[in-house]
C-alpha cells in the first residue's frame, strides 16, 4: 500500500462503502453521488411534506368563517322600515324622578306608561313569548326597608301580582308557562345586578317555586332560558370559580360551562341558535350556539354595532322575528362613584340613555328610537300578532 493509500485509509470514513475503496485503490472514478446537504434538504422537504398532510388530514374542521354582513344602511331607512314592524318594546325610563315601564313602537313612536305607580320603581321588563304578560322588577320600600321583588301582570299594564320577594333577572320558558329568576344574594338591598345566589322557577298554573338542583349556583345576571328548556345562559361576575364571563348551565344537571365569549349580558334569539351580547362596552356582538355538543359552542363570533368612547352599547334583546335586536345606548359614566353604580345597573340612572334598535343583517345600521335620553334602557320585544 502508497503513503497516499496509507493516508486515504486513515481519513477513511467508518460506514463509507467497501465497493467504494475498492474502486479507489483501483484507481477508478467513483460513481457521481449527491453532496451530503442536498440529500439531507430532500429528506427535509419529504418529512415537511409529509407532517403537512397528517395536519390537513387530522385536523378538526374550522370554525365556519363570520357570516358577511351587508353593506351598512341609513339610520333613515332602518327608521322607515320600523315604522312598518308590528312588534313593540317594553323599556324602563325615569322621566319625571320615578322609574316606570313604557311601551313603544318599534320606530318610537306612541310611548305609553305601563305602571304610574308614583311610589315603587319598576324595572327590567320581560315580555312572555305570545305577548300577553311581563314579569318585571319592583323596587319597594324606603331606605333600610327596600326591597327589589318580582311581579306579573298583563301586557296592558293590568292585573299585576307578585311571584316572589327579594327575587331579580327574571326569564320566561318558550312556552310561557313558567318563569325563572335569581334570588338576591342578601337580606338588604343591593342595585348590583350579580348579586344574585341561585337560580329558581315559579310555574305560573300551580303558583309553585322550585329551585336548580345545582345548589351553588351564584353571582350570575341577565339569565336566560333555552328554547327546548335544558339550558340556561348568564353572565357570572366573580362566582363558581370565573371570574367574569358568559356561561351555559343545564337547567337539570350540574354542568357549568363557559362559552369564551367577552363581554355580558347576552340574549337568545328566538329560535335559541344565535347568541347576542354586549361585546365589551362599545359593541354587539353575534354568534351561532350549539348547543348538541358538550361543551356547548358558540362560532361565528362577529360585531353588528360597534360604537366609540364614551358611547356604550348595553342590554340587547332580539326581535319576536330575529331581524333585529334592540339595546341601549348612551354616554359612559363620568368621574368616580363611591356607591359603585353604573348606569347599566337596573334602576340606576342613565342620562342621556336612549332604547336604540339595529338591522342584525348589517353592520353599524341602528336608530335611536327614544331621544329624550331620560335613562331610556332595559328594552324588551313585545310580540303582536
Known sequence: MTDFEDKLAELRPARAPEALWRRVQEGKLADRRWPSFRRDAVSIAAAVLLVIALYFILLPSPDPAPAALGPQGSSEELLKELKLVRHKIVME???DGNWDLW????DGSNPVNLTKTPDVDELYP??????????FCADEGKGEAKVRNLYI???DGSKRVKIADNSREPCW????????FLRGEFDTFSYSDFATRGIFTYDLASGQIRQHPNKKIEHLYTLNWSPDGKWFVATVHGGMGFKHGILALEAEGDGVFDLNLGGCRPDLSPDGKQIAWGHGDYAIGVADLDFTSIPPKATNVHNIVESKDPMETYH???SPDGRYVAFSYGPKHQGKNLKGLLPEFPGVEAPGWNTTVADVSKKNTFVQV???GKSCKEPDWMFVK
Open 103 to 106: 311601551v313603544i313602537n318599534a
Open 153 to 155: 301582570m298583563n301586557s
Open 93 to 95: 325610563s325615569n322621566r
Open 126 to 135: 320581560k315580555v312572555s313569548p305570545d305577548g300577553s304578560k311581563i314579569c
Open 173 to 180: 320558558s318558550s312556552d310561557g308557562t313558567k318563569v325563572a
Open 370 to 372: 327614544t331621544n329624550d
Open 316 to 318: 340587547v334583546d332580539w
